[in-house]
């Protein structure tokens, strides 16, 4: 105000991402903006890394079926996207497809079972097969409360746990609505396993596909008690280097761009990066659906080789979680 008294010749704006303050501001005739290098376009928040083609070639479908393969990538149009999905249908029949670009080629996607967990649609089919798949080195998963990301993305792991050393588990220490719970006693990991306890519990319920002496639940104890499965505080990930390692960063929404980086810059040799988040959950007051981290790199890793996007949208976890979804 001060500056806009002394330039009066001069447009003053403040530049701000605390929406509070921008309020102040106009209240007292200041104009203020939001800060917009790091947004995305609005436009570029529909891509969910997969599409729905009808009225396909049913000879096409029946070919894709027996041979799992197809080199005929015209099939899928002019507009196609690397390691993108595709859900085909016809009248008589349909089938779940990926893009591969570096191949140039139609690959088929068969819903696989990971370490006892089977996608219950083809959405997670999508995702447990990026997740799967060792030549993307980088996966998101969006989507609504309940569809299974976090869970999907263990399970994946879990299931690829003989090609890496490590899974290493990460998520912000951003409480419920920014309410800050205070402090919390013990040393660092003590202090971060309450705001860890969703992973937990996810590792827990694939824990209990399986019987105690089944072979692959004393696998899951024993990597827990080897340090293979272990939480790492986000705010001590600078400087690391990960290497030979899984890397799961549980609500990513809650990071910035420029953490996102810092974060996927970490990542060594054999390792693979999964983010999981929605953007509609967003619990820090400085972030919204376009200036978040996951939003980000969405939209600037679109169509990349190493990197692959799927959006849930389905919910899986009960009926009242998905009537909450759709009426609250």
């Keep these: 105000m001060q500056l806009q008294e002394e330039e009066k010749k001069s447009r003053v704006v403040l530049v701000t991402k605390d929406i509070n303050l921008r309020l102040k501001a106009k209240a007292l005739d200041l104009p203020a903006e939001d800060y917009k290098t790091g947004k995305v376009k609005e436009t570029m928040m529909m891509y969910s890394g997969r599409t729905t083609l009808e009225n396909m070639d ?37 089938a779940l497809a990926y893009y591969n670009g570096k191949e140039q080629e139609i690959e088929r996607v068969d819903k696989v079972y990971a370490y006892g ?63 800050e719970i205070g ?53 001590f990930i600078r400087g690391r280097s990960l290497s030979n390692c899984i890397f799961i960063v549980d609500e990513a929404q809650n990071l910035t761009p420029h953490e996102v980086k810092t974060i996927i810059t970490r990542a060594g040799e054999n390792t693979k990066v999964i983010l999981t988040g929605d953007v509609r959950q967003i619990d820090t007051p400085y972030l919204d659906e376009q200036s978040n981290g996951m939003s980000y790199v969405i939209e600037r890793l679109k169509g990349q080789e190493l990197y692959c996007h799927i959006t849930l949208e389905r919910g899986e976890r009960s009926d009242l979680a998905n009537l909450a979804n759709e009426m609250l």
């Design 58 to 94: 049913s000879e096409f479908i029946r070919k894709l079926y027996q041979e799992g393969r197809s080199e005929d990538v015209d099939a899928l149009g002019k507009d196609k996207h690397n390691n993108h999905f595709y859900i085909l249908k016809n009248c008589s029949a349909s």
């Design 117 to 179: 967990i089977k996608p219950k649609n083809a959405e997670q089919a999508f995702a447990l097969h990026a997740i799967l798949n060792p030549d993307i080195k980088l996966v998101t998963i969006s989507g609504v409360a309940g569809t299974g990301k976090t869970l999907l993305a263990l399970a994946g792991s879990l299931e690829m746990k003989n090609q890496y050393d490590q899974v290493i588990l990460a998520r912000p220490i951003v409480p419920l609505s920014n309410k």
């Design 183 to 235: 402090y919390l006693p013990g040393d660092a990991e003590e202090k971060v396993n309450p705001y860890m306890q969703p992973l937990w519990d996810n590792l827990n319920f694939i824990k209990n596909q399986f019987g105690d002496n089944e072979k692959k639940r004393k696998a899951i104890d024993e990597m827990q008690a080897q340090g293979k499965i272990t939480i790492c505080p986000l705010a």
